[in-house]
């Protein structure tokens, strides 16, 4: 992986470590990943940028998103809490931007775990240059 790359802002994609995505699985059982490609897809159903989980249903599913942390990453937010009011789980790995306004109008409707340390994405040799955090929309009552 090419290192210099990840820590620019030349990329969005930052591949979930597999250690930390097991340890969400074996609470969630995980059975879609909604934003994924064939080298870094968790789940073995999962929507690829040319599929576009955007435009896709999620529910009822037990979803895992890493989405692209750019610009986009609004849109992703805001689909996952929709879903969750169709009756989606979505288990959201997300930069821990606790000052943006995608924080605000979606992660703070969601659990909240903020990540102890700087996740190391891919195959980095050292931690990624943000906080993180796992935020869970559970499905409407």
Known sequence: MNTDLMFSSATDQWATPQSFFNEWDAIFRFELDVCADAQNAKCWRYFSEQDN???????????????????????????????????????????????????????????????????????????APFPSAVVVFYPAK
């Open 53 to 127: 989980g955007l435009y896709q249903d999620w529910a009822p599913n037990r979803c895992w998103m890493n989405p692209p942390y750019g610009r986009e990453i609004r849109r992703w937010m805001q689909k996952a809490y929709e879903e969750s009011l169709k009756g989606a789980t979505v288990v959201c790995l997300v930069p821990a931007r606790t000052d943006t306004a995608w924080w605000h109008d979606y992660a703070m409707k969601g659990e909240i775990t903020f990540i102890r340390g700087r996740l190391k994405f891919g195959d980095a040799k050292s931690g």
